[in-house]
């Protein structure tokens, strides 16, 4: 770890991250832990590691433990899919249907329940550009707000607790209309486990074994999978829940979690495990134009266009977002192709640059990537759901305001 003061960044002032999350998350059972890391400028410049791993047996947190990411595998699984698109296999514009035939009828909800339903044909038919910015007219199940989202909770149609496999998922999900024309609204939804199907369909091979061979390998983030191997079971962290009467309690124990075994359907929206150091990795790749330490992922002019606003009409995610997501209370962010990106800083209230990508997890995991800043943030705990508390800005806020220098 190099000296923060080397890459323009204050020691004592970075500092404030671990004694802030200490005092107003770790001390007061808010948080289980916290893992903190601060890349800026081809170094690591800070690094924080605390509380417990497993709150019930006292297991202290360490740097190399495993997590559930969840949705932060939704933008491994946007990258796996870009890597398709640039050897000219799929093209964004490509309708789903070309792939996925039995989605070429697909309507749009207009009235019913699950086995009778109503639907209306589409304006236009869904692409696979649909899939990657969310504007599909899928959904989740958790949404809770229509019969469409009531189906994907009778069906099991979240991903993660899917059963029968990737082609399974995909032909129930056929069954169920949309809850919107594509392309009309954007709404957080289960499409970039659709992205993993077709990954699979397209390339030809399982979706795990091509992450593995065309992303984690190269990469070298050796502890990313979507199961916790026998022999890394010790590393792995409880997950908590802060439920409506504020007490944080046990909601996986990682002696028994779902996590152990290879998963029937491998979740592109949320199945995966992961270490900072593994993930920070998958973020410097993003940082350096599709590249590290001579593994080329991706193109640099392909990660540009990824982190452009991709919403239909250049609107941001407030005024075109029918969901509920954590980062709601945000204005001034647009979505791309994989990531929410800030495209009005003023807007968004808080510190930070134009152009920064980012995502999180269920689990309140978080990341950020800053290209003007040259600059990658990994933060890592457990706890659901990630909308409990304000980590994620005031970590933004924390890390800003550690600079001593700024390209803008």
Known sequence: MTKPEAVGLSSERLQRIETFIQSRYIDTGKLPCALTQVWRRGQLAYSAVQGFADRERGTALKADSLFRIYSMTKPVTSVAFMMLVEEGLVSLDDPVHRFIPGWRDLGVFNGGVLGSFLTKRVNE???????????????????????????????????????????????????????FSPGQSWNYSVATDVLGYLVEKISGQPFDAFLKARIFDPLKMVDTGFFVPESQKARFTACYALTPTGKVMLQDDPETSRFLSDPAVKSG????????????????????????????????????????????????????????????????????????????????????????????????????????????????????????????????????????????
């Open 125 to 179: 038919p869904m692409r696979m550009i649909d899939l990657l910015r969310h504007t599909a007219g899928l959904t989740y199940g958790f949404q809770q707000q229509t019969n469409v989202d009531a189906a994907y909770r009778k069906l099991k149609l979240d991903g993660i607790d899917s059963e029968g496999g990737l082609q399974e998922f995909v032909d129930r999900l056929g069954t169920v209309p949309l809850e």
């Open 269 to 408: 929206g949320g199945g995966l495990v992961s270490t900072a150091d593994d993930y920070m990795r998958f973020c410097r790749m993003l940082l350096n134009g599709g590249e590290l330490d001579g593994a080329r992922l991706l193109s640099p002019k392909t990660i540009r266009l990824m982190t452009m606003n991709h919403l239909p009409g250049g609107k941001e995610l407030t005024e075109l977002s029918k969901s509920l997501f954590s980062e709601a209370v945000f204005e001034g962010l647009g979505f791309g192709l994989g990531f929410a990106m800030t495209v009005d800083q003023a807007r968004t209230k808080n510190i930070g640059s134009h152009g920064e990508f980012f995502w999180g997890g269920m689990a309140s995991t978080a990341f950020w990537i800053d290209p003007v800043e040259d600059l990658a943030v990994v933060f890592m705990t457990q706890l659901m759901p990630s909308s409990a508390y304000p980590i994620r800005r005031e970590l933004r806020t924390l890390v800003y305001s550690a600079f001593t220098d700024s390209a803008a």
